[in-house]
């Protein structure tokens, strides 16, 4: 739940923790980098969050719901946007949530399912994308 400011605002750019209106306890301090990292990222405000971090943060499954709009929009925008790994990273994460939730989002998997035909176009052209974990995922995503 979105938790208004103090004025009974809504923030113009929530955190993944304001809009979700549950705050996590600090992470144990042999916490691994990436557990550490998801705690940090889930109050930075979304429109702040870097591809890698969005990466992360899907990869983790967290905050999913309140990342995926702006995700998409960037994915729409650029099907390649990199993290740190390869072109297309942040589509393998995409397209790597869990089928329930899908369910839940019919909207969101539309625009997903339109971003995996169009890089599944890519693939098949000569020069095209040869990045073989995003070539598998969107086939795979396709298919189901």
Do not use: K
Request: aromatic share 6%; with cysteine.
């Amino acid at each position: 739940m979105l938790e208004l400011d103090t004025e009974g605002c809504m923030p113009a750019n929530p955190s993944v923790e304001q809009i979700e209106g549950e705050t996590w306890p600090e992470p144990a301090s042999d916490a691994t980098y990436v557990i550490r990292r998801v705690h940090q990222l889930r109050r930075v405000p979304v429109g702040e969050l870097s591809i890698e971090d969005l990466r992360i943060m899907l990869s983790q499954s967290v905050g999913t719901v309140a990342i995926l709009p702006r995700v998409l929009y960037l994915l729409e925008e650029n099907p390649l946007s990199a993290g740190d790994f390869y072109p297309g990273d942040l589509l393998v994460a995409t397209l790597r949530l869990r089928r329930d939730h899908w369910s839940d989002h019919v909207g969101l998997l539309y625009r997903a399912q339109h971003l995996a035909q169009r890089v599944d176009a890519m693939t098949n052209q000569p020069n095209g994308v040869q990045t073989p974990e995003l070539r598998r995922m969107v086939r795979e995503f396709l298919s189901n």
